[in-house]
């Protein structure tokens, strides 16, 4: 039983800042000289941080449409592939509420623009309805029969 048991192995760390004897700095301890980076209790700046000048979002004019902080979009664009309409059976109706009911896709944010693309083959005579479409997956679904409103 004894001689199943992994062997565990670990090397000692050197600790910084503990004095010449324990074999690694003293003195400054891999720090550099003075300043605030060299002292303890040293933490970096948060992101958008400038020392305390006015920073560069409260600078700029406030337009129509700015947001401070970090732009971050909301928009989410989600592609499908004509093979993807598949799941739906002849005559359905696609539309975002229908793709979401399925699980075909998700929305995490309130504003959601799903595009169909011509990836993979359709077999099936669909109505699209408020979902955009690209030229060649329009032409494959009209081909079949399919409608786009």
């Known amino acids: 039983m004894l001689h199943q048991l992994v062997k565990s192995t670990t090397t000692d760390k050197k600790r910084l800042g503990r004095g010449y004897g324990s074999g690694k700095g003293g003195h400054t301890s891999s720090r550099g000289q003075k300043g605030q980076k060299s002292r303890s209790g040293y933490k970096p700046a948060r992101s958008g941080w400038e020392g305390g000048q006015m920073p560069l979002s409260r600078r700029l004019p406030k337009l129509k449409g700015f947001s401070r902080g970090f ?20 005559g359905d109706t696609v539309s975002p509420e229908a793709l979401l009911k399925l ?39 009209e081909a079949k029969g399919g409608k786009i409103s």
């Open 71 to 90: 732009i971050k979009s909301t928009r989410k664009e989600v592609s499908l592939s004509l093979s993807d309409l598949n799941i739906f059976k002849d």
């Open 103 to 141: 699980g075909v896709i998700y929305n995490k944010t309130k504003k959601l623009h799903v595009k169909i693309l011509a990836n993979g083959e359709l077999n099936r005579k669909l109505i699209i309805e408020q979902i955009k479409v690209s030229a060649a997956a329009k032409a494959i679904i």
